[in-house]
């Protein structure tokens, strides 16, 4: 099994900055694939950020700009540094973390969420 867990969350104004840390176990970090998530009350969860094992990125085009995802793998991490926030980016932001085959227990595991608010 792969543990994940976020943090880094809070409550910021408009166009202030926050960056989440999300670690994941296990000794092959760096072959997973990680991803930071986020659902918005009364919505569906959403890709927000994605960077594979190679270090490619993927951002929603919403966050395109303003939002950095990267990855640690000597501290098994992955953060998403986002600034100039808006409202529109409160929610609760989730990290997954993909563990390929054929390695043991291979899936793909989420962490608990960390709530990010942004309101003046």
């Known amino acids: 099994q792969v543990q994940v867990v976020e943090s880094g969350g809070g409550l910021v104004q408009p166009g202030e900055s926050l960056r989440l840390s999300c670690t994941a176990s296990?000794?092959?970090?760096?072959?997973?694939?990680l991803g930071w998530y986020r659902q918005a009350p009364g919505k569906q969860r959403e890709l927000v950020a994605s960077i594979n094992n190679y270090g490619d990125t993927n951002y929603a085009d919403s966050v395109k700009g303003r939002f950095t995802i990267s990855r640690e793998n000597a501290k098994n991490t992955v953060y998403l540094q986002m600034n100039s926030l808006k409202p529109g980016d409160t929610g609760v932001y989730y990290c997954?973390?993909?563990?390929?085959?054929?390695?043991?227990?291979?899936?793909?595991?989420w962490g608990q969420g960390t709530q990010v608010t942004v309101s003046s």
């Open positions: 997954n973390a993909d563990r390929p085959p054929p390695l043991l227990n291979a899936g793909t595991y």
């Open positions: 296990g000794s092959v970090f760096n072959l997973y694939a």
